[in-house]
Nanobody, 115 residues
Framework: QVQLVESGGGLVQPGGSLRLSCAASTNIFSYNLMGWYRQAPGKQREWVATITRGDRANYADSVKGRFTISRNNAENTLYLQMNRLAPEETAVYYC?????????WGQGTQVTVSS
């Protein structure tokens, strides 16, 4: 059974940085896509970033230039480096992985941006 476990969330001041991790229980090289979504209180889940097996990254316009997605196949871990965070980016951040027709989700990690 595939498990994705996020970590690295927490409280950060506006303008600060956090690095999220998503550890997979299986070899992540088998996944065509991996990425991150986030969901703020009372809002719909929002796509943040995606990275392909070939390390091609795509970002939502709102995070482009500030967030960096990466994957370490040897460690079976997906990362999201987040810089210059703003209060409106307070949300639960979820990682996901796509393997042909199946999509797997982590349980989420809370990111709170507040002074």
């Amino acid at each position: 059974q595939v498990q994705l476990v996020e970590s690295g969330g927490g409280l950060v001041q506006p303008g600060g940085s956090l690095r999220l991790s998503c550890a997979a229980s299986t070899n992540i090289f088998s996944y065509n896509l991996m990425g991150w979504y986030r969901q703020a209180p009372g809002k719909q889940r929002e796509w943040v970033a995606t990275i392909t097996r070939g390390d091609r990254a795509n970002y939502a316009d709102s995070v482009k230039g500030r967030f960096t997605i990466s994957r370490n196949n040897a460690e079976n871990t997906l990362y999201l480096q987040m810089n210059r965070l703003a209060p409106e980016e307070t949300a639960v951040y979820y990682c996901y992985a796509v393997n042909i027709t199946l999509t797997y989700w982590g349980q989420g990690t809370q990111v709170t941006v507040s002074s």
